[in-house]
């Protein structure tokens, strides 16, 4: 699936990081923030990844470094109730560097309190710069 247009909308170039685990006191029950859970998240970018390509240049791309470290720090960071709101908090972090043109973040919350047996909830956000 293509994602939101971005510079150059002939190009469907992107950047993923998939598996991204940390732990966080997220949730809306008090276990949940008095104990906390591991979180997984995978994000995708939208970047225009020709210059890069033909340059073998770092600076034409986005480091995926920091993008990683700032979605440990979101995980782990101020607690919320919604993994829809980290999810948003994701998307607009990875919005927040000059070379994305367009996020995508799924939330993945294994541990959800939920008494019927399932392997995974998760929230997916998609956004893009205007």
């Excluded at 480091?63 to 990683?68: E, F, L, Q, S």
């Excluded at 829809?84 to 799924?106: F, K, N, P, Q, S």
Aim: glycine content about 8%.
């Amino acid at each position: 699936r293509r994602g939101p247009a971005m510079s150059c909308p002939e190009h469907l170039d992107r950047i993923d990081l998939t598996g991204l685990k940390a732990r966080g006191h997220h949730g809306v029950f008090s276990h949940e923030r008095a104990n906390g859970q591991e979180f997984i998240v995978d994000v995708s970018l939208g970047v225009d990844l020709e210059k890069a390509a033909k340059s073998d240049d770092l600076t034409q791309t986005v480091d995926y470094g920091p993008i990683a470290n700032s979605v440990h720090e979101i995980i782990t960071g101020a607690p919320v109730d919604l993994i829809e709101t980290l999810a948003l908090r994701i998307v607009e972090a990875c919005l927040g560097h000059e070379r994305v043109g367009w996020a995508r973040a799924t939330v993945h919350k294994p541990e959800a309190p939920i008494e019927v047996t399932f392997s995974n909830v998760a929230v997916t956000m998609e956004r893009s710069k205007k």
